[in-house]
């Protein structure tokens, strides 16, 4: 079971980060990689500036507004603070851009400092377009929540329904309150550190990861500076709500069934195939957020769900039974694995995280891609001015992620797939190394040729 904070636990344990988002906080001061979401909203017409500036204010008194403060101990745990000061005013840009850059705009604001230590956490854009369209922009990191936990602190800034952040202000327990407190919690983490320090020791996990398989590289591959920064290509696939659910019916589908599907045959396109058996492995993430008193960044669990690509675009029966094993539980959930190992983080050299999730994943043969269907989006969620959006979506954006990063998990592939209104919408974020990284025109070939083997008609914006 995930460890969470609940609001009756001791002072030395109040506001302390969950042992996975620890771990999650760990592998970005490691890599420096920033695993980003990004909520769009896209108007008709101008925007109500003064609505919005009450939902950016509401926004920076709720949890989502919040920093990691690391511990003034080596092996203390980090906590949740508020930041100091006023909150960060949404960005405005008096220059009108043509709407076929919407995408080019989004990506630039997602590449805005973040800083979940230092700040800011989140930033609010807004963007007129010279067809009269509006966007806005929010994006925010995923170590501070995940992407059903920020929809839903969006939404209750919306609605003025949130509850108020309980985090002390940045630095304010001062460092001798710190080390005590933080002393405290070492003491009381120390019969879980020592057994998670036991598993891996029988695991075997301290020692160096198994061979990975790779394909083989060409001489021009080894010239590649591993260091060099990959800005990973993204384009959005808009889909008719009624064409996607006639063709999950055409294909023998179940409810929600033809995004593995879609997502597997993309994934056998781009290469991630596993070694063993060409089979695709699909990293679903399952919301278990408890209430708003769940403090964790990442209240989700990770489960794997294999799907052989063959036949995908003409039969959904075997997605269909692999989904229900999924929820069966039949096949033991990737986070459940992790947890047992967790409490040992503090104690862990710093690359030995990167270890850590490349056993638990086995990027040496399974490549897995991820897959994320946040559902129908709430109207409420929509009304991020006061009224309703024409359209709206959400994606994730990796940024500073270096080629040995790509080289590590044999390249990336994240899928995020939300509904609003009529639309079925698909953020793809993709990239299969070689002699070049994939580019946006080689992306957008690869997704037009996966929806035509659907039969689906759909817009591609990049």
């Known amino acids: 079971m995930l460890e969470t904070s609940t609001p009756g636990a001791a002072t030395y344990a109040r506001h302390r980060l969950a042992w996975l988002d620890q771990l999650a906080y760990e592998l970005f001061r490691v890599t420096g990689r920033s695993q980003l979401m990004q909520c769009l909203w896209l108007y008709d017409r101008d925007v109500n500036l003064a609505a919005l500036a009450r939902t950016n204010e509401r926004l920076a008194a709720l949890s989502f507004n919040r920093l990691i403060e690391p511990s003034p101990l080596p092996w203390g745990r980090p906590r949740w603070v508020k930041p100091a000061g006023a909150p960060i005013l949404p960005e405005q840009s008096s220059d009108l851009l043509p709407r076929s850059r919407l995408l080019q705009w989004a990506n630039q604001h997602a590449r805005a400092p973040i800083d979940p230590v230092i700040g800011p956490a989140v930033r609010m ?25 920020a929809l839903r602190a969006i939404e209750a800034a919306v609605n003025g329904t949130g509850v108020p952040s309980p985090y002390l202000p940045k630095g304010a327990r001062g460092r001798l309150s710190g080390c005590v407190s933080d002393a405290w919690q070492i003491i009381a983490d120390a019969p879980r550190t020592v057994a ?3 598993r891996i020791a029988r695991a075997n996990w301290h020692g160096p990861a198994a061979p ?9 591959e080894a010239d590649h500076d591993p260091s060099t920064i990959v800005e990973l290509p993204a384009v959005v696939v808009t889909v008719e709500a009624r064409v996607w659910l006639a063709c999950e019916q055409r294909l023998g589908g179940g409810l929600n069934t033809l995004l593995p599907g879609f997502v597997a045959s993309l994934a056998s396109h781009l290469g991630r195939r596993r070694f063993s058996d060409g089979a695709i492995s699909l990293l679903v993430p ?6 708003p008193d769940d403090e964790r960044a990442l209240a989700i669990e990770f489960h794997m769900m294999n799907v052989a690509p063959a036949g995908l675009t003409t039969n959904l029966g075997p997605v ?12 033991k959930n990737q986070t459940d694995v992790l947890a047992s190992f967790l409490p040992a983080i503090a104690w862990m050299p710093r690359t030995t995280a990167k270890t850590l999730l490349n056993r638990l994943f086995n990027y040496a043969d399974e490549l897995p891609a991820s897959c994320s269907d946040l559902g129908l989006l709430p109207d409420g969620l929509a009304r991020i001015d006061g009224a309703p959006c024409r359209h709206m979506l959400t994606r994730a954006v990796d940024v500073n992620v270096t ?7 044999h390249g990336h592939l994240v899928v995020v797939a939300s509904r609003y209104d ?3 919408s698909l953020c793809i974020e993709a990239c299969q190394l070689g002699h070049t990284p994939t ?9 037009s040729r996966t929806l035509a083997d659907f039969g689906l008609d759909a817009i591609i914006d990049a």
């Open 422 to 424: 009529k639309t079925v």
């Open 286 to 291: 399952i919301n278990r957020r408890r209430g």
């Open 320 to 331: 269909n039974a692999s989904r229900k094993a999924l929820l069966r539980g039949a096949r």
């Open 403 to 409: 080629r040995q990063d790509l080289e590590r998990s």
């Open 125 to 149: 854009a807004i963007q007129p377009f010279d067809d009269g369209s509006t966007a806005v922009s929010i994006v925010g990191s995923h170590l501070l929540l995940d992407g059903m936990g």
């Open 212 to 220: 990975i398989q790779r394909p083989a590289v060409t001489a021009a």
């Open 196 to 198: 998670a320090l036991a």
């Open 439 to 447: 580019t946006i025109d080689k992306l957008r070939l690869v997704v």
